[in-house]
């Protein structure tokens, strides 16, 4: 069962903060959170795993709350270059499941 | 920095012909991976690859699809009888090791279109 982000999508200025949730009905052992340009492929940002959180970069950051089963990725003081869809995947049996994915576009 | 590459970047075919999809994944890598994406949709799993066998497959992958690595460096995917809702983008991807702790290193892709 594909995990379920939220928002669908965000407008913001350049220099605005955003949060993008990740949510699962199942239990989580790892949650990965993935951008996509538009007619590019995905490019890992970060893992976070069971028992700890992985700051991928620097105005980039995730955090992993096992009880919820929720993982919330957080974009502080955004760059036109966050435009794109982030996608959060679930690890489950050798495969990773996406979320529908959160437009983000930055307006300068 | 070593990356997943695809060939080719476009492919076009007749409604029920085969097709050949390639991807030589980063050469340390040991897991390989298939995925799918509609146009404007979320990335969907189709199968993933681990010591020259498949070890997860969805339910997209069906007897149409098969996968295959045939020297040590290319891993296929090819659709025996493709059908217009074929048409997407292909993505290929590879991880050291199984996942877990590792990152999944996505190719450009390859995008099939079905007449």
């Known amino acids: 069962q594909q995990p379920v982000q939220s928002p669908q999508a965000v407008i913001l200025r350049e220099g605005e903060d955003a949060v993008i949730n990740c949510s699962s009905s199942?239990?989580?052992?790892?949650v990965h959170w993935y951008r996509q340009k538009h007619g590019e492929a995905p490019v890992f940002l970060m893992i976070?795993?069971?028992?700890?959180e992985q700051k991928g970069h620097d105005k980039i950051s995730a955090s992993f709350n096992e009880k919820k089963q929720q993982s919330s990725l957080y974009l502080t003081a955004s760059q036109l270059s966050y435009s794109g869809t982030y996608f959060c995947?679930?690890?489950?049996?050798?495969?990773?499941?996406f979320g529908k994915g959160t437009r983000l576009h930055i307006l300068p | 920095e070593p990356e997943v590459t695809q060939t080719p970047s476009h492919q076009v075919t007749q409604m029920g012909q085969e097709v050949i999809l390639r991807c030589v994944p980063i050469s340390n890598h040991l897991y390989f991976y298939w995925y799918r994406q509609i146009l404007g949709q979320k990335v969907e799993f189709l199968v993933s690859?681990?010591?020259?066998?498949?070890?997860?497959k969805s339910e997209i992958f069906d007897d149409q699809f098969s996968v295959e690595r045939p020297d040590g460096s290319n891993f296929t995917l090819k659709i025996r009888s493709t059908k217009l809702e074929d048409s997407a983008m292909y993505f290929c991807?590879?991880?050291?090791?199984?996942?877990?702790?590792?990152?999944?290193?996505f190719g450009d892709g390859t995008r099939l279109s079905i007449l």
């Open positions: 991807a590879s991880s050291r090791t199984g996942l877990g702790n590792q990152p999944q290193h």
């Open positions: 995947g679930t690890e489950r049996d050798d495969k990773i499941i």
């Open positions: 690859f681990y010591n020259n066998e498949i070890s997860e």
């Open positions: 199942k239990a989580l052992y790892s």
């Open positions: 976070l795993l069971k028992g700890g």
